[in-house]
């Protein structure tokens, strides 16, 4: 356990060193995610959810782990923060709002997705921004935009807009409630008024990714009906064991905070042991990206390879629930998905990791960031486990949010 | 030669007797294409640019091959041609008329691209349907749609549907104006009105294509300003070595029609030989699927897979090139692709070819057909090979559109 946590400590050290030597845009503010092995910027389109996301992974390391609380990690969170804020939002189309999915380097929006995955990593950063800087206006925004988002995904999707199609039935992709809960878990901690408004949208959030154990609780499947009946096609038939070991851990750390013991054997069973089990390649080891429940051949290309951050979901699920159950079959699990995971991405020579593995396991992609590898799976899974396993070595805890609030503002 | 010829007509029979004995759709017409190793259909979706392709690749082989003027092609093609002019078009959005990228079994549209593909093979379906059937209605309805495809290209994109941003400047990709030049080919052919309405679109096909000849002439982009100039980032420098391929038989073809020996030389150096240079893999074999000028990583993760379909275009453009120019170079050319591509595609016991391969050639996809791939580029290829070779080898022609039409009129 020590070598575990000395190990990823040190190696959540050279990743975050690595984005901070090679992201950040000094002139326009927001961060260049497209950075090749050496790290160099290959492309300056500036995508959203990684501006959002890296925010938050560098708000939270400054707000909770000591070493981090460096002035150069504040200075381009909240250089990040103000470029989302100034350029995030896209020119409204037929008077809706949406976030873009991707920026010139001047921050231009270039695409907009019809989703709403831009605007909820926009909320992760903002809302971790007003925790760390103390700023009432980051909350606001925050909260402005969840609301929307829960509009869009519960009450009236059309400002997405995705025009209707009478072949396209309603779906209830896991996606959805998982990032939601994500959202809620995010938003509530530590806000006692904000946990009393969002404790129903928690309940639909467990109640929608529950939804997505069908065949007799022996698989996970990524999309279900609304009303929780499994789909015709591939679409019905598509599993993406990452995800779901994702929403597992989600599952797993709202069950903790709420008592809910039911829950949490839920978690662990259904979203952690049971895709490890079908998604595990036992041929050449590591986690394949997608799966027909069938077993027919799924029509994505890169169905089979090795990639990065369902690796990282897995360490993260597997060590909590360890945490949580304290049976060794889980650590084992933690243990050979580490071996894995380490003998195969991290780059010693140049830091941060390979994102993108053949199923043999050899490198496919060189590149330690593109339009959807940014500054988050891999730090927010080494933050997350050296978390984890300080609390099961019995070492000294974060500082509490106040200290590193008062330490922000005598910065700023 | 004769080798070829004889190995590429029986290659060409059993990937048609497959399409025919496990594609159709008897209760709605049209076609499945979502087809696994052994035939069966493992998703009932219809892709509208498949459909249109089947209908187009059906109509050709009974019109112009002898043996394949067999009622139950033309019976499928027609009832095809049916379930697109009935099904196609979604429901207006906004008022502006676009065809469906996808539809249920029963013809329901799914789902909309804001591109012209969808258009574009249901072009190619009427026109090819009207030859065959002698339907003048067919006709009216692929110029109509051309002139509609045309407007969205050079007029006003904004019938597609997509929003304009800030950020999106407007961009010359290969793949419009050379599907364009495919479409003028294919509806001028043997009308000497149509040839003189479209003769201008052809230029603007033909100067928009060359566009792409970059670097002083030492290399084909496959997306460059409106101006002809280089675009900044990974989409500047991204490479589709079997798209330059494709879009150098194209440009032979059309040169050839205009007895234009400049076009004809740049066809053959700049978009066959100099394509097949890079994107040849020199360890492995195979033609990659996409290349970064700069040698950078390209981000789609599947760009060092082998496909099928670049492989197709490089037996007919390398052929066709033979046949224009007697050089010896260009046959060895062809006889390097056809030895990679018929030793790692055809499936010698369940028909039809593989479409999916590791950048080692190795199987990564069993599939037989997807969302993108149906009846149409390996029966192209083969078709078109064997109508070369047998211009090569002195063979007896295709017999005459009018007794086709005379057939076919008996059959219906």
Same mark, same amino acid.
């Given at each position: 356990m020590e070598r575990f946590r000395d190990q990823i400590a040190a190696e959540l050290d050279r990743v975050v060193e690595f984005w901070l030597k090679h992201s950040h845009d000094k002139e326009y503010g927001g961060f260049f995610t497209c950075l090749g092995r050496e790290g160099q910027v290959y492309d300056e389109l500036k995508y959203v959810w990684l501006q959002g996301r890296q925010v938050w992974m560098y708000c939270r390391l400054y707000r909770t782990v000591e070493r981090f609380r460096r002035p150069e990690i504040l200075e381009a969170a909240v250089a990040g923060g103000e470029f989302l804020r100034s350029h995030a939002w896209a020119p409204p189309l037929g008077g809706s709002q949406k976030c873009a999915f991707c920026l010139t380097r #001047?921050?231009?929006? =270039?695409k907009v997705q019809r989703t709403i995955f831009s605007e909820c990593f926009y909320v992760l950063a903002m809302d971790e921004l007003a925790r760390v800087t103390g700023e009432q206006r980051h909350q606001v925004e925050a909260e402005r935009v969840m609301d929307l988002i829960v509009h869009w995904a519960r =009450? #009236?999707?059309s400002g997405l807009g995705r025009p209707e199609m009478p072949g396209d039935i309603p779906v209830n992709s896991m996606a959805i409630p998982m990032m939601l809960l994500c959202l809620v878990e995010q938003l509530t901690e530590g806000r006692a008024s904000l946990a009393e408004k969002y404790s129903e949208l928690g309940r639909w959030c467990v109640q929608r990714t529950l939804q997505h154990i069908q065949r007799d609780g022996a698989a996970i499947l990524e999309h279900v009906s609304e009303e929780g009946e499994e789909l015709p096609g591939c679409q019905g038939r598509h599993q993406n064991p990452g995800h779901a070991l994702e929403a597992g851990w989600f599952l797993l750390q709202h069950a903790v905070r709420q008592g809910d013991e039911e829950l949490k054997k839920t978690a662990v069973e259904k979203f952690m042991l049971l895709p490890f089990q079908t998604g595990w390649d036992q041929q050449h080891g590591g986690l394949l990206y997608f799966q027909d429940v069938d077993g027919c051949c799924p029509t994505?290309?890169?169905?089979s390879m090795k990639l990065w951050w369902p690796h990282c979901e897995a360490l993260i699920a597997f060590l909590m629930a360890y945490c949580q159950t304290r049976d060794p079959a889980l650590l084992d699990r933690f243990s050979q998905v580490y071996d894995y995971t380490f003998s195969h991405f991290p780059d010693a020579e140049q830091g941060e990791w390979f994102g993108y593995l053949t199923q043999q396991g050899s490198l496919a992609l060189d590149l330690k960031g593109g339009p959807f590898k940014g500054c988050f799976h891999v730090p927010r899974c080494l933050y997350m486990c050296e978390q984890l396993l300080d609390g099961l070595l019995g070492k000294s805890q974060a500082p509490s949010p106040s200290r590193v609030t008062q330490a922000c503002r005598g910065i700023r």
């Amino acid at each position: 356990m020590e070598r575990f946590r000395d190990q990823i400590a040190a190696e959540l050290d050279r990743v975050v060193e690595f984005w901070l030597k090679h992201s950040h845009d000094k002139e326009y503010g927001g961060f260049f995610t497209c950075l090749g092995r050496e790290g160099q910027v290959y492309d300056e389109l500036k995508y959203v959810w990684l501006q959002g996301r890296q925010v938050w992974m560098y708000c939270r390391l400054y707000r909770t782990v000591e070493r981090f609380r460096r002035p150069e990690i504040l200075e381009a969170a909240v250089a990040g923060g103000e470029f989302l804020r100034s350029h995030a939002w896209a020119p409204p189309l037929g008077g809706s709002q949406k976030c873009a999915f991707c920026l010139t380097r #001047d921050g231009r929006a =270039v695409k907009v997705q019809r989703t709403i995955f831009s605007e909820c990593f926009y909320v992760l950063a903002m809302d971790e921004l007003a925790r760390v800087t103390g700023e009432q206006r980051h909350q606001v925004e925050a909260e402005r935009v969840m609301d929307l988002i829960v509009h869009w995904a519960r =009450v #009236d999707p059309s400002g997405l807009g995705r025009p209707e199609m009478p072949g396209d039935i309603p779906v209830n992709s896991m996606a959805i409630p998982m990032m939601l809960l994500c959202l809620v878990e995010q938003l509530t901690e530590g806000r006692a008024s904000l946990a009393e408004k969002y404790s129903e949208l928690g309940r639909w959030c467990v109640q929608r990714t529950l939804q997505h154990i069908q065949r007799d609780g022996a698989a996970i499947l990524e999309h279900v009906s609304e009303e929780g009946e499994e789909l015709p096609g591939c679409q019905g038939r598509h599993q993406n064991p990452g995800h779901a070991l994702e929403a597992g851990w989600f599952l797993l750390q709202h069950a903790v905070r709420q008592g809910d013991e039911e829950l949490k054997k839920t978690a662990v069973e259904k979203f952690m042991l049971l895709p490890f089990q079908t998604g595990w390649d036992q041929q050449h080891g590591g986690l394949l990206y997608f799966q027909d429940v069938d077993g027919c051949c799924p029509t994505q290309l890169e169905w089979s390879m090795k990639l990065w951050w369902p690796h990282c979901e897995a360490l993260i699920a597997f060590l909590m629930a360890y945490c949580q159950t304290r049976d060794p079959a889980l650590l084992d699990r933690f243990s050979q998905v580490y071996d894995y995971t380490f003998s195969h991405f991290p780059d010693a020579e140049q830091g941060e990791w390979f994102g993108y593995l053949t199923q043999q396991g050899s490198l496919a992609l060189d590149l330690k960031g593109g339009p959807f590898k940014g500054c988050f799976h891999v730090p927010r899974c080494l933050y997350m486990c050296e978390q984890l396993l300080d609390g099961l070595l019995g070492k000294s805890q974060a500082p509490s949010p106040s200290r590193v609030t008062q330490a922000c503002r005598g910065i700023r």
